[in-house]
């Protein structure tokens, strides 16, 4: 007896949001009838750590300066962070820029074209990956990210913390089912606008949900600030230090950070961490001492500075003044 084989059919809430999709999908300049390797992942890099309305720009900013992946290959580092410049997390661009180099460098800008083989570029993670594998390549692989836990918790009323892994396990294995029969990239960008514009994390517009009828969160009543569950926030330790803005001749010393680590490869002014009871302007002194050898002569209080980063935050107090002696040579390394 011949068999037929059926194609698998998605499911009832995928083609709703499928639907709403063609309806509703915003004109993001990263989407197009061609998905574009090079583009998507830009895109999916500036996303990780911004909103879509924040990125587009940004985005439209980057590929204007490097339009392929030829383009950021042969840039050096230093014009990569200077178009990344208002993006922050500089080390995503970094990484970008390494990987660029990678597939052009060893493999003729040829893209890998699985998950798997993508994850093997240098500095290229997981959940990227799986993002460009998915949307350009058509891999049916599901990539985590915010949007696509928090829909597919309040689906399936999930009440567990989704930082755990068997709670991300069950989320991805639902969004991996949802996404049978689907093109897989058409799907993960659904997903992903739908919790950008209408399953948002505070309040969710669930009234103009297209897939509400197929929402326990929606149909059970339960409470969207539960779902998904988190864990609670600690909080965030704030350090404090000194930053000195020395200036000769109306120009101001600089000095480069390391490559590696945090805000890596940009300029700044000498400064530093306080230690124990020091006073802010004996902070400013001995780390400009130590830093660049130099000593500085009567400095001006400016003010203070807060920023907050992801895990914690700073509060730096800022002063200038000149060099002493004022003909003193530039430090190796350091510019006026
Ligand atoms: S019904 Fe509400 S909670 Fe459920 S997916 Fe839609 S917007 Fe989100």
């Known amino acids: 007896m011949i068999r037929k084989v059926r194609p698998e059919r998605p499911t009832p809430r995928a083609r709703a949001l499928g639907r709403w999709f063609d309806r509703a999908a915003r004109p993001l300049p990263w989407r197009g009838p061609r998905p574009d390797p090079y583009r998507i992942w830009v895109a999916e890099v500036i996303l990780q750590q911004t909103r879509v309305e924040q990125a587009v720009p940004s985005y439209r900013r980057f590929v204007r300066r490097f339009p392929t992946l030829r383009a950021l290959a042969r840039a050096s580092r230093a014009e990569v962070l200077k178009a990344w410049q208002g993006m922050g ?38 959940y990227i990956a ?42 991805a294995a639902t969004l991996a089912g949802e996404m049978i029969g689907q093109p897989p990239g058409r799907f993960a960008e659904a997903v992903m606008e739908l919790g950008e514009t209408v399953c948002t994390p505070r309040a969710p517009r669930c009234p103009a949900c297209p897939v509400g009828r197929y929402c326990r969160l929606r149909t059970e009543g ?113 510019r006026w």
């Open 89 to 126: 997390y500089y080390a995503r661009a970094r990484r970008l820029h390494r990987a660029a180099r990678h597939l052009v460098d060893a493999r003729g800008g040829q893209w890998p074209r699985t998950a798997e083989d993508l994850e093997r570029l240098p500095g290229v993670g997981p």
């Open 130 to 171: 799986r993002a460009v594998a998915a949307q350009a390549f058509g891999e049916p692989v599901v990539a985590l990210e915010a949007n696509g836990l928090r829909v597919a918790a309040r689906w399936t009323g999930e009440r567990g913390r989704i930082d755990r892994p068997e709670v991300r396990t069950r989320l």
């Open 222 to 334: 339960l409470d969207p600030g539960r779902i998904p569950a988190r864990r609670p926030r600690s909080r965030r330790p704030t350090h404090r230090g000194s930053i000195v803005a020395l200036i000769r001749q109306g120009r101001y010393l600089l000095q480069r950070r390391p490559m590696d680590g945090l805000l890596g490869g940009l300029w700044e002014f000498p400064g530093g961490h306080r230690k124990g009871r020091e006073r802010p302007e004996a902070t400013a002194r001995r780390e400009l001492r130590e830093e660049t050898g130099l000593l500085a002569g009567p400095l001006q209080h400016l003010g203070s500075i807060r920023h907050s980063y992801s895990h914690f935050s700073v509060e730096l107090d800022l002063f200038r003044g000149p060099p002493k002696p004022l003909d003193v040579p530039t430090p190796p390394g350091r």
